[in-house]
């Protein structure tokens, strides 16, 4: 059995489409947007359509294509991902022969699943995918991504003197704590589905408890 059809299991049940679109899903040197994103992200989504509902191949799709053309955080570039996105799923599903209507499906919900985007979701599918997206960016989880794309950013732990800045300006792009206080908190306000915002807040008090515990550490 190969990697991917291991991997493309925990996609179950859609487990032979995740076979065929993993080759082409994520950048293989991004370990924040990689196959283990990926399988967060579906089990997220799954729990969520549980309770919300939606079509479960569009979205399963949707999940397994959102990441598929890797733009850098610190890239200009970085607001047009989730549209290049869209428009390289689309290609893929198109070539497999699936409809029109279903690849619009999967294109908006890749298309605005992104915080960088600011798009309001309309479908239950691009709601759903962008709860689950972001459930992986607070908690646990959501910190060590923090540190490791602060790590590949080049970016310090945090400000030696101002860990807190309490006396200066937050620059996430400088200290990855920063980015709690400019991204991360604000997450858990924007949820489209009613599971997804409970869950919003069980792993927030993760996230805060996270940078509690470092900070009683520096």
């Given at each position: 059995?190969?990697?991917?059809f ?6 179950a ?8 679109l ?32 939606g079509?479960?191949r ?50 908006h919900a ?5 915080f ?6 309309e ?8 709860d ?5 960016a ?5 910190a060590a ?45 924007g ?28």
């Amino acid at each position: 059995m190969t990697r991917n059809f291991a991997l493309a299991a925990a996609f179950a049940p859609h487990a032979d489409l995740a076979a065929v679109l993993l080759p082409h899903a994520f950048a293989a040197d991004d370990g924040s947007h990689d196959a283990s994103h990926l399988i967060r992200v579906w089990k997220n989504a799954a729990r969520i359509h549980a309770e919300e509902g939606g079509d479960e191949r569009v979205l399963s799709a949707a999940v397994l294509l959102h990441d598929c053309v890797s733009v850098e955080k610190n890239s200009p570039h970085r607001t047009q991902a989730s549209r290049l996105a869209a428009e390289k799923a689309a290609d893929i599903l198109r070539d497999l022969g699936w409809s029109a209507e279903a690849i619009s499906s999967v294109a908006h919900a890749i298309l605005t699943h992104s915080f960088s985007a600011s798009i309001t979701p309309e479908t239950i599918e691009a709601k759903i995918l962008q709860d689950a997206d972001r459930l992986d960016a607070i908690g646990m989880v959501g910190a060590a991504r923090c540190f490791y794309i602060a790590g590949r950013m080049g970016s310090g732990l945090y400000d030696p003197l101002d860990p807190l800045a309490e006396d200066r300006e937050l620059d996430d792009k400088a200290f990855a704590i920063d980015h709690f206080e400019t991204k991360l908190f604000k997450l858990a306000d924007g949820f489209q589905t009613a599971t997804g915002r409970r869950l919003a807040l069980e792993r927030q008090q993760r996230l805060r408890d996270v940078l509690a515990m470092m900070l009683d550490e520096i």
